[in-house]
């Protein structure tokens, strides 16, 4: 779980940049995971490599299938480009 994801943030972090941004201009975080006690701890630990304070606001919410099959978690990003 920490290698999908580290990948999902390292994708948003290159969109981010396509855009001209970077992950400081994230402002909220959802991230849906198919086993919440065994990732979460992952998440936050991943997390801490991309994000500094002020962290952005984040919802995390445990979920039964997400939409494309083998995925595990799916994260969602909102960010403010100036």
């Known amino acids: 779980m ?3 994801i580290r990948q999902t943030f390292e994708q948003i972090k290159a969109i ?3 855009a001209g ?5 994230v ?4 991230s849906y995971f198919l ?3 065994r ?3 992952a998440f936050r630990e991943v997390r801490q490599e991309f994000l500094v304070e ?6 995390v919410v445990g979920v039964t299938e997400l939409a494309v099959p083998g995925l595990q978690v799916e994260i969602e ?5 100036d």
């Open 21 to 25: 941004g970077t992950i400081q201009n």
């Open 35 to 37: 086993n919440m006690a």
């Open 16 to 18: 981010l940049a396509d």
């Open 77 to 81: 990003a909102i960010a403010v480009l």
């Open 39 to 41: 990732d979460l701890p």
């Open 2 to 4: 920490t290698t999908q």
């Open 27 to 30: 402002v909220m975080l959802r």
């Open 54 to 59: 002020p962290y952005p606001a984040a919802t």
